[in-house]
């Protein structure tokens, strides 16, 4: 009776853990890190020749396992009315956060109307 019950132990307490984990993992992955270091200077990387309907994205640095890694350029698929913004490291503080690399409709005068519908897409006196 005793080594069921241990085992029936065994059993809820793993299905607990690999609960928790489950649900707690998402959240922490879309925390935003805050690091004390300075990203080092960006690598210079060769750009390749351009690829119909591809996009260069160049390489950047990457905060992993407590420490900066280098995340070499690659080849992205272009989208249509977007552009992309690279991966950036903004200082607060002292302290450093990476904006992560992201699609974002083309709009240069930042109204929410994408150039290709604006009747004035360059307007300054728009607000």
């Not at 998402?26 to 935003?32: F, V």
């Not at 690829?51 to 905060?63: L, N, T």
């Not at 904006?99 to 930042?110: E, I, N």
Request: aromatic share 12%; with cysteine.
């Amino acid at each position: 009776m005793l080594k069921k019950s241990l085992i029936a132990t065994c059993i809820a307490t793993a299905g607990f853990t690999a609960f928790t984990a489950f649900t707690t993992a998402p959240a922490s992955a879309a925390t935003t890190v805050w690091v004390q270091q300075a990203p080092p200077a960006v690598r210079v990387e060769p750009t390749p020749p351009p690829r119909e309907g591809y996009q260069w994205v160049p390489g950047y640095w990457d905060w992993r396992h407590g420490r900066h890694v280098w995340v070499a350029g690659t080849w992205v698929r272009e989208r249509h009315g977007y552009v992309y913004a690279q991966p950036t490291w903004v200082e607060h503080n002292g302290r450093w956060h990476l904006q992560r690399g992201a699609w974002a409709r083309r709009d240069r005068d930042h109204d929410g109307v994408p150039n290709g519908m604006d009747r004035a897409p360059n307007n300054p006196n728009r607000n």
